[in-house]
């Protein structure tokens, strides 16, 4: 052998660029679908439609449905999330798999079946108390159906990244198992539980498959904002369908760009 | 005092079987072994974070083969010190006093007597964040030893530490040990630490524990 190599590897920078050409073709399609959204539209189309009474009536059910979700998801992904996170129980792999079942199955099937489920004889009993299909807690159902599989996901992780060794030192200190939750576990998933609820949120926020059928179109009634987009572009108003569709946009950035500062900042502090 | 009593472990396809073992009130005792012998997973029997498949676990006489980990009167330092992330120091020395519903200015008594041997004072309004690892320990001890349990369980708690801070660490728990007059089990693949600190040594090979050197000191 040389006493020194003679071997030179090629440049490194023939590489980055191919794989920067690759990604950046899709980074480029979202930048352009926002700047046609926002070219297609003027402030007065703006004003315009949010002055209209059934656009404001869909800007507030969005608002409260999307929360009174996001609290109810996250009260099941907590839980659920901790205890696929931290146990062994008899059928696991069927309950992973269940879970699985709304974020694989086409939105329009899931709104389907829980209109069949309300057809049943316990779903009209139910329905004697609460009217629920084609009425606000049908709106809040569909959203909850989907977007809670994704609350569960988030915890579950959350929660496996959590070392149970702290829940177990503050066991010997002498908590409870749910003493050691509420004490050591829970404050240490805070960040993972913001990043549910901001993403839960915001995905309900986009809900529209399931509501469409579960909840119909009624306008002043079960209208969410996609419902909105749906609406307004079916009778051709295409301005406020844009209008909406850049509002929805905006909340939603608005709401990414939280959750990345909040996720950012509890990288820092893992360290 | 600690005593295992022929206690068998069982975990996927590691298993100890029969293991007895006893330190005597007041004692420091080191348990030696290679890493993957069960040590862990002794002391977590101890501890009553792991059951043992049959035997016994008596501490200060009593059997705590049943009892819940919170109830058996422990101090326990894991390998990783498993601080709380989102508490500050003096949370930490304060954490288990406060659950057993100590008066408050006994409490703060308490962690303010502690941050000073363990020479924490200046950190006490820290989080673990930030911590360097000397640090990190010398707040789990603290922790661990807050309530002033009967036994104190200690696994590897100088393994990640430099050679300088170890040597602190170890005549720190060499004084507080004596100190506090708990009774000690102190896991650790080093000869030097089981040296400097032990009262008894055992070691756990093979799945079996010998005792293997009393100082007569």
Known sequence: MPPTSTHRPGPDWPFYLSFALLGGVYVVLIVAMLLADVMATTPDHLLHALSRPEIRYSIRLSLI???????????????????????????RWLVEAILDVPL????????????????????????????????VPSVILAQYAVTTAFAVRTMRVTFEQISPRGEQVAMTLGCSRGGAFWRVTLPEARRGVLTAATLTWARALGEFGPILIFSGTTRMKTEVLPTTVYLELSVGRIEAAIAVSLLMVVVAAAILIVTRLVGLRGAEDAR | MIV???????????????????VTTGQYGVLMGRTGSGKTS?????????????????????????????????????????????????EHLAFAPHLRGWPAPVIDERVRELAESLRLT??????????????????????ALSFRPRVL??????????EPTRDEMIDLLKRLSAREGSTVLHVTHSRTEAERLADVTFRLEDGAISEFKRESS
Request: proline share 7%; glycine share 12%; net charge positive.
């Open chain 1, 65 to 91: 449905s999307c929360t009174i979700t996001t609290i109810l998801a996250l009260w099941t992904a907590v839980p659920l999330g901790y205890l696929l996170a931290r146990t062994r129980f008899p059928l």
């Open chain 1, 104 to 135: 694989v199955v086409p939105p329009l099937v899931v709104g389907l079946s829980l209109l069949l489920l309300f057809q049943t004889s316990f779903g009209q009993f139910v329905q004697r108390g609460v009217p629920v299909t084609f009425a």
């Open chain 2, 4 to 22: 295992l009593d022929n206690v068998t472990i069982r975990q996927g396809t590691f298993a100890l079987v029969g293991a007895s073992l006893r």
């Open chain 2, 42 to 90: 002794l002391l977590e029997c101890i501890a009553g974070l792991r059951r043992p498949a049959s035997g016994r676990v008596r501490l200060g006489g009593e059997d705590v083969t049943q009892f819940p980990p919170g109830a058996r009167g422990i101090g326990y330092v894991p390998q990783e010190g498993a601080l709380f992330r989102e508490m500050t120091v003096y």
């Open chain 2, 122 to 143: 200046h950190l006490l309004r820290s989080k673990p964040h930030g911590l360097s690892g000397g640090e990190s320990q010398r707040v789990a001890l603290g922790r």
């Open chain 2, 153 to 162: 369980l200690l696994d590897e708690p100088l393994a990640s530490l430099d």
